[in-house]
């Protein structure tokens, strides 16, 4: 089982930008695919980004490619998002998730943070 701690959300506005963090505990992160998802209020929840932990592999929904960046520093056991040149469509609430499969996907992820907000004023 992993722990995911997400932090970073705010309220910013129009072409700011934002780093979002997501820390792991009680598993390492070498065996998966951790990804962001974001909900904004009355919507599904939305792929954002996912990254493969060992190799790096990354992929973007089309909606943040060229803007969002997602990294990962081995040593801290930590999943970053930048998020650059922000939008008011970003405003969501933002969720890191870990899983074996990597997907785009949120049922496939079985271990959830429980969200930071992230509000993009215009």
């Known amino acids: 089982q992993v722990q995911l701690v997400e932090s970073g959300g705010g309220l910013v506005q129009a072409g700011d930008s934002l780093r979002l963090s997501c820390a792991a505990s009680?598993?390492?992160?070498?065996?998966?695919?951790t990804a962001w998802f974001r909900q904004a209020p009355g919507k599904e929840r939305d792929f954002v980004a996912r990254?493969?932990?060992?190799?790096?592999?990354?992929y973007y929904a089309d909606s943040v490619k060229g803007r969002f960046t997602i990294s990962r520093d081995n040593a801290k056991n930590t999943v970053y998002l930048q998020m650059n040149s922000l939008k008011p469509e970003d405003t969501a609430v933002y969720y890191c998730?870990?899983?074996?499969?990597?997907?785009?996907?949120?049922?496939?992820?079985?271990?959830w943070g429980r969200g930071t907000q992230v509000t993009v004023s215009s």
């Open positions: 998730a870990a899983g074996i499969f990597y997907t785009n996907n949120a049922y496939d992820y079985k271990n």
């Open positions: 009680g598993r390492t992160f070498s065996s998966y695919s």
């Open positions: 990254i493969w932990w060992s190799s790096g592999s990354t």
